[in-house]
Nanobody, 124 residues
Framework: QVQVVESGGALVQAGGSLRLSCAAS????????MGWFRQVPGKEREFVAA????????SYSDSVKGRFTISRDNAKNTVYLQMNSLKPEDTALYYC?????????????????WGQGTQVTVAS
């Protein structure tokens, strides 16, 4: 059974940094694309970043480009999201997602496995 578990969410001051982690288990994920999404109450789940399987290509939403960095450690079946220069508008529940396929996708429907989310709150 596949499990996806996020960690690292916290309360942080604007301008600060956080690193989120996502550990996947239940199969080998080195060839799978993995992504981060976020959601605030009353809004749709929003794409943040993704990293492909195989070669580790990355993609970011315009709102986080230059501030966030996604990376992966295939030996640990783990993906990370380094978040710098955080803003109050980054406040959200952050979800990790895993695709069976290796290509990057920005739509939530393209992902097969999801974690329960980790809360990030940025105080102004």
């Amino acid at each position: 059974q596949v499990q996806v578990v996020e960690s690292g969410g916290a309360l942080v001051q604007a301008g600060g940094s956080l690193r989120l982690s996502c550990a996947a288990s239940g199969r080998t994920f080195s060839s799978s694309a993995m992504g981060w999404f976020r959601q605030v109450p009353g809004k749709e789940r929003e794409f943040v970043a993704a990293i492909s399987g195989y070669f580790g290509g990355t993609s970011y939403s315009d709102s986080v480009k230059g501030r966030f960095t996604i990376s992966r450690d295939n030996a640990k079946n783990t993906v990370y999201l380094q978040m710098n220069s955080l803003k109050p508008e980054d406040t959200a529940l952050y979800y990790c997602a895993v695709r069976r396929g290796g290509g990057i996708a920005s739509g939530p429907g393209a992902y097969d496995y999801w974690g329960q989310g980790t809360q990030v709150t940025v105080a102004s």
